[in-house]
Protein backbone atom coordinates (compact mmCIF):
# COMPACT_ATOMS: atom_id res chain seq x y z
CA UNK A 1 0.00 0.00 0.00
CA UNK A 2 1.44 3.31 -0.96
CA UNK A 3 0.61 5.44 2.40
CA UNK A 4 1.12 8.97 0.20
CA UNK A 5 -2.05 8.13 -1.90
CA UNK A 6 -3.98 7.16 1.01
CA UNK A 7 -2.78 9.74 3.18
CA UNK A 8 -3.50 12.38 0.03
CA UNK A 9 -7.03 10.84 -0.39
CA UNK A 10 -8.17 10.82 3.38
CA UNK A 11 -6.85 14.40 4.26
CA UNK A 12 -8.64 16.07 1.34
CA UNK A 13 -12.08 14.88 2.38
CA UNK A 14 -11.08 15.27 6.35
CA UNK A 15 -9.92 19.06 5.12
CA UNK A 16 -13.54 19.33 3.43
CA UNK A 17 -15.70 18.39 6.17
CA UNK A 18 -13.53 19.96 8.85
CA UNK A 19 -14.13 23.35 6.77
CA UNK A 20 -18.01 22.34 7.16
CA UNK A 21 -17.88 22.04 10.61
CA UNK A 22 -15.85 25.16 11.23
CA UNK A 23 -19.26 26.58 9.58
CA UNK A 24 -21.91 28.84 11.17
CA UNK A 25 -24.09 25.60 11.92
CA UNK A 26 -21.57 23.32 12.94
CA UNK A 27 -21.03 19.67 12.13
CA UNK A 28 -24.96 20.21 11.57
CA UNK A 29 -24.37 22.01 8.62
CA UNK A 30 -23.13 18.30 7.04
CA UNK A 31 -26.62 17.63 6.37
CA UNK A 32 -26.48 20.58 3.35
CA UNK A 33 -24.07 18.91 0.98
CA UNK A 34 -26.05 15.98 1.18
CA UNK A 35 -28.09 15.32 -1.68
CA UNK A 36 -28.87 11.62 -3.23
CA UNK A 37 -30.33 13.37 -6.97
CA UNK A 38 -27.23 15.73 -6.90
CA UNK A 39 -24.46 12.30 -6.62
CA UNK A 40 -26.98 10.40 -9.37
CA UNK A 41 -26.56 13.05 -11.45
CA UNK A 42 -23.10 13.70 -10.88
CA UNK A 43 -21.27 10.87 -10.53
CA UNK A 44 -24.14 8.58 -12.63
CA UNK A 45 -23.61 11.12 -15.68
CA UNK A 46 -19.84 11.11 -15.45
CA UNK A 47 -19.33 7.71 -15.80
CA UNK A 48 -21.98 6.77 -17.73
CA UNK A 49 -20.91 9.46 -20.28
CA UNK A 50 -17.53 7.59 -20.05
CA UNK A 51 -18.46 4.13 -20.44
CA UNK A 52 -20.03 5.84 -24.09
CA UNK A 53 -17.17 6.69 -25.17
CA UNK A 54 -15.10 3.52 -24.83
CA UNK A 55 -15.16 -0.66 -24.40
CA UNK A 56 -17.11 -2.14 -21.73
CA UNK A 57 -13.55 -3.89 -20.98
CA UNK A 58 -12.01 -0.61 -21.33
CA UNK A 59 -14.66 0.45 -18.71
CA UNK A 60 -13.85 -2.32 -16.63
CA UNK A 61 -9.83 -2.17 -16.94
CA UNK A 62 -10.24 1.67 -16.44
CA UNK A 63 -12.03 1.12 -13.40
CA UNK A 64 -9.73 -1.57 -11.67
CA UNK A 65 -6.96 0.83 -12.50
CA UNK A 66 -7.47 2.60 -9.11
CA UNK A 67 -5.86 0.09 -6.92
CA UNK A 68 -3.37 0.61 -9.07
CA UNK A 69 -2.17 4.09 -7.30
CA UNK A 70 -2.54 2.53 -3.91
CA UNK A 71 0.27 -0.09 -4.80
CA UNK A 72 3.26 0.46 -4.01
CA UNK A 73 5.04 -0.13 -7.37
CA UNK A 74 7.95 -2.67 -7.30
CA UNK A 75 10.15 -0.64 -9.47
CA UNK A 76 13.67 -0.53 -8.35
CA UNK A 77 15.94 1.18 -11.00
CA UNK A 78 19.33 0.53 -9.04
CA UNK A 79 18.17 -2.81 -8.38
CA UNK A 80 17.98 -3.50 -12.12
CA UNK A 81 20.98 -1.89 -12.80
CA UNK A 82 23.09 -4.16 -10.72
CA UNK A 83 20.92 -7.23 -11.98
CA UNK A 84 22.01 -6.59 -15.55
CA UNK A 85 25.35 -5.70 -14.17
CA UNK A 86 25.77 -9.04 -12.36
CA UNK A 87 24.46 -10.91 -15.93
CA UNK A 88 27.22 -9.34 -17.78
CA UNK A 89 29.64 -10.62 -15.72
CA UNK A 90 28.17 -13.87 -15.89
CA UNK A 91 28.14 -13.60 -19.69
CA UNK A 92 31.65 -11.88 -20.03
CA UNK A 93 33.41 -14.95 -17.94
CA UNK A 94 30.87 -17.96 -19.02
CA UNK A 95 29.38 -16.35 -22.76
CA UNK A 96 26.16 -15.71 -23.58
CA UNK A 97 24.39 -18.90 -23.74
CA UNK A 98 25.09 -19.01 -19.71
CA UNK A 99 22.39 -16.31 -19.54
CA UNK A 100 19.59 -19.06 -20.62
CA UNK A 101 20.63 -20.47 -16.70
CA UNK A 102 20.17 -17.03 -15.05
CA UNK A 103 17.60 -16.11 -16.19
CA UNK A 104 15.49 -18.82 -14.24
CA UNK A 105 16.16 -16.72 -11.68
CA UNK A 106 14.59 -13.93 -12.84
CA UNK A 107 10.97 -12.91 -12.34
CA UNK A 108 9.77 -10.08 -14.08
CA UNK A 109 9.04 -11.26 -17.86
CA UNK A 110 10.25 -8.32 -19.65
CA UNK A 111 13.83 -8.59 -18.96
CA UNK A 112 13.43 -12.70 -19.29
CA UNK A 113 12.13 -12.35 -22.75
CA UNK A 114 15.03 -10.38 -23.61
CA UNK A 115 17.78 -12.36 -21.92
CA UNK A 116 16.24 -15.61 -24.20
CA UNK A 117 16.51 -13.35 -27.47
CA UNK A 118 20.05 -12.50 -26.39
CA UNK A 119 20.50 -16.11 -25.97
CA UNK A 120 19.17 -17.64 -28.66
CA UNK A 121 21.28 -15.22 -30.91
CA UNK A 122 18.88 -12.72 -32.07
CA UNK A 123 20.09 -10.04 -33.98
CA UNK A 124 20.66 -7.15 -31.65
CA UNK A 125 18.33 -4.62 -33.76
CA UNK A 126 15.84 -6.88 -34.04
CA UNK A 127 16.01 -7.55 -30.14
CA UNK A 128 15.23 -3.90 -29.64
CA UNK A 129 12.72 -4.00 -32.67
CA UNK A 130 10.95 -6.69 -30.29
CA UNK A 131 11.31 -5.16 -26.59
CA UNK A 132 10.60 -1.38 -27.88
CA UNK A 133 7.52 -3.11 -29.49
CA UNK A 134 6.26 -4.63 -26.33
CA UNK A 135 7.15 -2.00 -24.58
CA UNK A 136 5.21 0.33 -26.44
CA UNK A 137 2.21 -1.50 -26.57
CA UNK A 138 2.47 -1.77 -22.21
CA UNK A 139 2.44 1.71 -22.55
CA UNK A 140 -0.57 2.60 -24.62
CA UNK A 141 -2.41 -0.13 -22.51
CA UNK A 142 -1.05 1.86 -19.19
CA UNK A 143 -2.70 5.45 -21.07
CA UNK A 144 -6.33 3.67 -21.78
CA UNK A 145 -6.25 3.40 -17.83
CA UNK A 146 -5.02 7.04 -17.42
CA UNK A 147 -7.15 8.46 -20.05
CA UNK A 148 -10.22 6.91 -18.46
CA UNK A 149 -9.75 9.07 -15.22
CA UNK A 150 -8.82 12.28 -16.87
CA UNK A 151 -12.13 11.50 -18.89
CA UNK A 152 -13.93 11.06 -15.78
CA UNK A 153 -12.20 14.20 -14.33
CA UNK A 154 -13.81 16.13 -17.91
CA UNK A 155 -16.87 14.76 -17.16
CA UNK A 156 -17.46 14.92 -13.17
CA UNK A 157 -17.57 19.40 -13.40
CA UNK A 158 -19.60 19.08 -16.13
CA UNK A 159 -22.26 16.93 -15.06
CA UNK A 160 -22.33 18.90 -12.16
CA UNK A 161 -23.01 21.87 -13.91
CA UNK A 162 -25.82 19.82 -16.00
CA UNK A 163 -27.51 19.07 -12.41
CA UNK A 164 -27.01 22.49 -11.49
CA UNK A 165 -29.17 23.76 -14.40
CA UNK A 166 -31.85 21.49 -13.69
CA UNK A 167 -32.23 22.35 -9.84
CA UNK A 168 -32.57 26.23 -11.50
CA UNK A 169 -34.60 24.96 -13.74
CA UNK A 170 -36.63 23.65 -10.46
CA UNK A 171 -36.50 26.55 -8.69
CA UNK A 172 -37.97 28.72 -11.76
CA UNK A 173 -41.13 26.96 -11.94
CA UNK A 174 -41.34 27.23 -8.17
CA UNK A 175 -40.28 31.11 -7.86
CA UNK A 176 -44.24 31.99 -5.76
CA UNK A 177 -42.78 31.07 -2.43
CA UNK A 178 -39.72 33.27 -1.82
CA UNK A 179 -38.71 31.82 1.48
CA UNK A 180 -37.61 28.75 -1.30
CA UNK A 181 -35.60 30.15 -3.17
CA UNK A 182 -32.25 30.45 -1.33
CA UNK A 183 -32.25 26.63 -0.21
CA UNK A 184 -33.80 25.53 -3.80
CA UNK A 185 -30.57 27.49 -5.02
CA UNK A 186 -28.38 26.03 -2.16
CA UNK A 187 -29.44 22.05 -3.78
CA UNK A 188 -28.88 23.19 -7.54
CA UNK A 189 -25.17 24.31 -6.55
CA UNK A 190 -24.43 21.35 -4.59
CA UNK A 191 -23.98 18.83 -8.50
CA UNK A 192 -21.44 21.32 -9.42
CA UNK A 193 -19.69 20.97 -5.54
CA UNK A 194 -19.87 16.88 -6.34
CA UNK A 195 -18.38 17.36 -9.63
CA UNK A 196 -15.64 18.99 -8.50
CA UNK A 197 -14.91 17.14 -5.60
CA UNK A 198 -15.10 14.10 -8.08
CA UNK A 199 -12.63 15.70 -10.40
CA UNK A 200 -10.11 16.81 -7.74
CA UNK A 201 -10.40 14.53 -4.55
CA UNK A 202 -9.73 11.43 -6.83
CA UNK A 203 -10.10 10.90 -10.50
CA UNK A 204 -6.96 13.49 -11.33
CA UNK A 205 -5.14 13.11 -8.45
CA UNK A 206 -5.30 9.39 -9.64
CA UNK A 207 -4.35 9.86 -13.18
CA UNK A 208 -1.21 11.92 -12.00
CA UNK A 209 -0.38 8.88 -10.02
CA UNK A 210 -0.65 6.53 -12.85
CA UNK A 211 1.12 8.43 -14.97
CA UNK A 212 4.06 8.44 -12.57
CA UNK A 213 3.81 4.86 -12.79
CA UNK A 214 3.82 4.20 -15.96
CA UNK A 215 6.84 7.05 -16.30
CA UNK A 216 8.84 4.45 -13.99
CA UNK A 217 8.16 1.40 -14.90
CA UNK A 218 9.01 2.71 -18.86
CA UNK A 219 12.87 4.16 -17.21
CA UNK A 220 13.15 0.70 -16.05
CA UNK A 221 12.22 -1.17 -19.02
CA UNK A 222 14.55 1.12 -21.16
CA UNK A 223 17.21 0.21 -18.52
CA UNK A 224 16.71 -3.23 -19.22
CA UNK A 225 16.93 -3.10 -23.18
CA UNK A 226 19.94 -0.89 -23.29
CA UNK A 227 22.01 -3.19 -20.49
CA UNK A 228 20.91 -6.42 -22.90
CA UNK A 229 22.08 -4.89 -26.10
CA UNK A 230 25.36 -3.83 -24.11
CA UNK A 231 25.90 -7.04 -22.91
CA UNK A 232 25.17 -8.74 -26.14
CA UNK A 233 27.31 -6.46 -27.90
CA UNK A 234 30.13 -7.49 -25.14
CA UNK A 235 30.95 -4.30 -23.74
CA UNK A 236 33.02 -3.88 -20.17
CA UNK A 237 30.61 -4.42 -17.31
CA UNK A 238 32.15 -0.83 -15.74
CA UNK A 239 31.46 0.92 -19.05
CA UNK A 240 27.57 -0.81 -19.25
CA UNK A 241 27.21 0.22 -15.17
CA UNK A 242 28.02 3.66 -16.34
CA UNK A 243 25.86 4.07 -19.34
CA UNK A 244 22.93 2.74 -17.41
CA UNK A 245 23.56 4.95 -14.09
CA UNK A 246 22.95 8.04 -16.35
CA UNK A 247 19.32 7.09 -16.23
CA UNK A 248 18.83 7.82 -12.71
CA UNK A 249 19.32 11.26 -10.97
CA UNK A 250 22.62 11.91 -8.90
CA UNK A 251 21.10 11.27 -5.73
CA UNK A 252 20.19 8.18 -6.88
CA UNK A 253 23.28 7.40 -8.87
CA UNK A 254 25.03 8.20 -4.94
CA UNK A 255 22.79 5.86 -3.08
CA UNK A 256 23.68 3.11 -5.49
CA UNK A 257 27.17 3.77 -4.71
CA UNK A 258 29.89 2.10 -6.83
CA UNK A 259 28.91 -1.35 -8.14
CA UNK A 260 30.82 -4.76 -9.07
CA UNK A 261 30.78 -3.65 -12.90
CA UNK A 262 34.50 -4.30 -12.73
CA UNK A 263 34.16 -7.97 -11.25
CA UNK A 264 35.76 -10.40 -13.29
Given at each position: MDIATLLGVVLCIVFVIVSIF???DGPAGIKYFLDAQSVMITVGGAFAAVLTGCTMKEFINGLKSI???FKLPALDAAGIIKKII??????RKEGLLSLEEAAGDIDDAFLKKGIMLVVDGTDPELVR???ETEMVSI???HKKNIGFWDNVAAMGPAWGMVGTLVGLVMMLYHMEDASTIGPAMAVALITTFYGSLMANWICTPV???LKVINNAEMQV???MIEGLLSIQAGENPRVIEEKLKSFLSPAERSAMGSGDGGGE
Open positions: LGQGVSDLSNVAGIMDDRATKKEI
